[in-house]
């Protein structure tokens, strides 16, 4: 399983917290999610990109990452923001039907402990996984927030690890 966090969140700005117990969550629009990262694209997130009217053109790069072809979303030189970000309203255009991993954040999943007090593994479908949130997200602990379980992070994170590993060169050609 990949450690969802590291390549979509770079360590100097996600500060990991264990997520043991359900949080509150309410994005705020703070806007520090949609810059500056890498946002890895399923073909499963290429095909409903490409099927609402997206041109593959304008928002698909890809990236070479130990001899794996990646999908991402692209960015804007001017910010490294998001191309569907909107920096006027800080708003996804794209949010009901944003990647699995943009699904994910502010929550992170890895096969292996980070060394953070306090983390503990947690059993999902037979794996051992360590879950974090970002605590430097504003939207985390929002008293409007939707309570999120540690259970629907795993299931997105494995849901994620399987669609990243079956998301081939091939396949996404086929879509395109």
């Given amino acids: 399983m990949l450690n969802i966090g590291y390549p979509f969140w770079p360590s100097m700005r996600f500060k990991p917290r264990p997520f043991i117990t359900p949080v509150r969550f309410k994005c705020l629009f703070c806007l520090d999610c949609c810059r500056g990262r890498h ?3 399923t ?12 041109d593959p053109q304008k928002f698909l790069t890809f990236s070479i990452e130990g001899g794996n072809i990646r999908f991402v ?13 909107d920096p006027g309203t800080g ?13 994910i954040y502010p929550f992170m999943v890895s096969k292996r402990p980070l060394g953070v007090e306090g983390e503990e593994p947690v059993q999902y479908k037979g794996r051992m996984l360590w879950l974090y949130y970002d605590e430097s997200c504003p939207g985390i602990n ?11 992070i795993a299931e997105l994170g494995v849901k994620f690890e399987e669609e990243l590993s079956r998301t081939t060169f091939e396949d996404v050609i086929k879509v395109l």
């Fill in 39 to 41: 946002v890895y694209l």
């Fill in 43 to 54: 073909v499963s997130d290429i095909k409903r990109l490409v099927g609402s009217g997206h």
């Fill in 73 to 85: 979303l692209s960015v804007r030189e001017w910010d490294l923001g998001c191309i569907f970000h």
């Fill in 91 to 103: 708003k996804c255009t794209i949010h009901p039907i944003r990647p699995l991993i943009c699904r």
């Fill in 142 to 152: 929002s008293q409007e927030g939707e309570v999120i379980t540690p259970e629907e």
